[in-house]
């Protein structure tokens, strides 16, 4: 099969902005071929939109960011915002220009997002904007807000995403639209992350990393064939398919041209032809894998309607009325977003339009466009006027375009089985060979593109294997219930019987005494017991929960201590046990110690603390700080884990977040931890 190298068209955001200042002013901002394009397609209502769509285009992108919804603390957050930092924002006046302070997004659900309008040497030079700054910088690192270009967070939202369901992003780094799916999802579904770049994945579990999610899966496919496996579900032998998909596919990305101005430079309609095959194949995978009566989202970061329209066109035609194109114009009141186009023209090299195969005279010449990029020739059953078009200038935002989907009918064997109520009985690679004929057809029709027309604008597609990964990973062995290490974890720590022990899994096989042990939701347990598990390559999963503590463990009873990253979602289950017997509250002044001293002696902390300390055993803690008087966004308690050795205690910190804590709370540096203590 004909395909793109993996990572050669990556999606255009959101990724960290390293661009100078002076970049964006020297970049030429126009190109007459991309404005002629425009213009043909009569995406505007006239010319003076047009006019003021194009002069958007030349003006910086606003910064946005959002507050994890999913935070108990989330409304204290954005009164700490409202209260803190944007009440001291009303008049910033800075060379002789006012800018207004960051403004909450009157769509986005809650009142949660917020968009940052003034320009990045503002945003570093100014008092009240840099320690602004700073404060986002800090609470990205924690989890508690996310930095993200405002219309990369419509597609998750329209998604309808409820908690406990099953949804797959198929194109997913790095992962801020993810990073919703998850808080949308909550602790008990199930959220699968693919991308067919390795390295991008590792970008996707690092971002993901921060929300300590136990339903979070990241894997490594290429998205047209991502592999089918059969589960058990209530007992029953079924095929694995989801609840809601995101397609935000690989484009060519003009949408972005606001943060990216490169794009002024590399714009050819050429990049839309060539990834045309490819978004058509992601899609019609996605449709095959969402269950009947589920939803599937298709997006774009670009305007072009061959990215766009006709690529929607194309799917429902293939699906054969499988696939309903819904209207969502009641949903997000207060975003604007404009009617999908239902009839485009296409530009050849020579910049000439066409709006059909009729146009092209030369057989040979007719090889070159697959029939689907063109418009089709009635739009009556298709309705691509329910797709959205979201434009820069009318809300100062970037471009967009999404398409929202629900399956009506049986397109695969799975769905046919889910209708009649039977069991998957049948060989699961003979039911993804039937599915594969139909995403395999789409390049059989159109083989020789990408056309030597547009041979010097985009790469070749080369012959890959459809399954794109080579790293080899760790197994994830899911962990018996009564394993000995488990066994004396729940009775040194406490916990609770309610806590499903049987939930934990191993990175490192299980004879290796230097473990991780992790801890994943009953979904992804599920998914891990599949007789297909091998077909399906996992990058990474579970939440660490407990860690060996390496050369320690002989002087303590327990050799493993709570990891920082699974603190919080193993909290609940300590404080059931009466006496709370390895949980410490401590106040601000036993945190201070904590963290600017490298192994604080017990005689160190308050008299409360000492005693506390003095009658536990050594071995893992968890403190439970009080931060109500601190400058924190949510008064809300700290969670951080302890070793409480023979003498003294040590907080189970990385340097660097350790340092960042220390000197955001008490504006002072940790002392370096002695040589001796390294070396031992």
């Not at 009566?293 to 929607?312: D, K, L, M, Q, W």
Request: hydrophobic share 35%; net charge neutral; proline share 7%.
């Amino acid at each position: 099969m004909v395909f793109r190298k993996p990572g050669k068209w990556k999606k255009k955001g959101p990724k960290p902005d390293t661009r100078k200042d002076s970049d964006y002013k020297a970049t030429p901002h126009d190109n007459a071929t991309m404005k002629k394009y425009y213009q043909a397609q009569h995406i505007m209502k006239d010319d003076h939109d047009f006019d003021t769509f194009y002069a958007t285009l030349k003006t910086p992108l606003p910064s946005t960011f959002r507050i994890t919804g999913t935070k108990n603390n989330a409304s204290q957050i954005r009164q700490f915002i409202q209260d803190h930092h944007v009440a001291k924002m009303q008049n910033v006046i800075v060379d002789g220009v006012k800018y207004d302070p960051p403004t909450p997004v009157s769509w986005y659900p809650h009142s949660l997002c917020y968009q940052i309008t003034c320009p990045r040497p503002v945003l570093r030079n100014s008092p009240e904007y840099s320690h602004f700054q700073k404060f986002l910088v800090a609470e990205n690192e924690t989890g508690n807000i996310t930095r993200q270009e405002l219309v990369s967070m419509v597609p998750p939202l329209l998604m309808a995403i409820e908690p406990g369901q099953r949804v797959l992003d198929m194109c997913a780094a790095p992962g801020s639209k993810t990073g919703q799916i998850v808080e949308a999802v909550g602790g008990s579904g199930l959220v699968v992350a693919n991308d067919a770049d390795y390295k991008r994945s590792q970008l996707l579990v690092h971002q993901l990393k921060r929300l300590q999610s136990p339903c979070f899966m990241a894997t490594n496919h290429d998205a047209a064939h991502f592999p089918n496996l059969s589960i058990m579900d209530n007992g029953i032998k079924t095929p694995w398919q989801f609840d809601r998909v995101l397609c935000d596919v690989p484009c060519s990305g003009d949408g972005t041209v606001r943060k990216n101005p490169k794009v002024w430079n590399e714009w050819s309609q050429g990049a839309a032809i060539g990834l045309h095959t490819v978004q058509v194949q992601i899609f019609l995978r996605g449709a095959q894998l969402v269950k009947m009566g589920g939803r599937i989202v298709y997006s774009t970061c670009s305007f072009n309607p061959v990215e766009n329209e006709a690529v929607v066109a194309e799917v429902l035609r293939l699906s054969n009325g499988a696939l309903e194109l819904k209207d969502v114009s009641d949903q997000l009141p207060g975003l604007i977003r404009r009617p999908g186009l239902t009839t485009w023209q296409v530009m050849t090299r020579e910049n000439q339009f066409i709006s059909s195969m009729d146009d092209i005279e030369n057989p040979r010449a007719r090889r070159k466009f697959p029939a689907s990029v063109f418009p089709p020739a009635s739009d009556n059953d298709l309705h691509l006027e329910k797709c959205l078009r979201i434009y820069p200038h009318d809300q100062n935002t970037g471009g967009f375009f999404v398409a929202v989907f629900e399956k009506v009918k049986p397109m695969t064997l799975a769905d046919r089985l889910s209708v009649e109520g039977g069991q998957a009985v049948v060989d699961v690679q003979r039911a993804e060979a039937e599915e594969e004929q139909l995403v395999d057809s789409v390049t059989a029709a159109i083989a020789n593109l990408p056309s030597e027309e547009y041979a010097n604008e985009t790469e070749p597609a080369q012959p890959t294997s459809k399954d794109v990964y080579a790293k080899k990973e760790a197994p994830f062995d899911l962990m018996a219930p009564d394993n000995p290490d488990l066994s004396e974890i729940k009775s040194f720590y406490g916990l609770d019987d309610s806590f499903p022990m049987d939930q934990f899994l191993l990175r490192s096989g299980l004879d290796t005494k230097n473990r991780q042990i992790y801890h994943v939701s009953r979904a992804i347990q599920t998914v891990l017991k599949s007789p297909d598990i091998k077909r399906l390559h996992i990058v990474n999963t579970g939440v660490r929960l407990f860690s060996r503590q390496g050369s320690l463990a002989s002087t303590t009873e327990c050799a493993f201590r709570i990891s920082s990253e699974g603190a919080a979602l193993v909290q609940p289950y300590l404080q059931k046990q009466q006496g709370d017997r390895r949980v410490v509250s401590i106040g601000l002044d036993d945190l201070k110690v904590l963290l600017a001293h490298a192994f604080p002696r017990l005689p160190d902390f308050t008299a409360t603390t000492q005693t506390t300390l003095t009658n536990l055993a050594p071995g893992g803690i968890l403190c439970v700080v009080d931060v109500s008087q601190a400058d924190l966004p949510a008064n809300t308690n700290m969670l951080l884990p302890v070793w409480r050795g023979k003498s003294s205690v040590n907080v189970l910190l990385n340097k660097h977040d350790k340092k960042s804590l220390c000197q955001r709370l008490f504006g002072i540096t940790p002392e370096p931890i002695p040589v001796k203590a390294v070396t031992e």
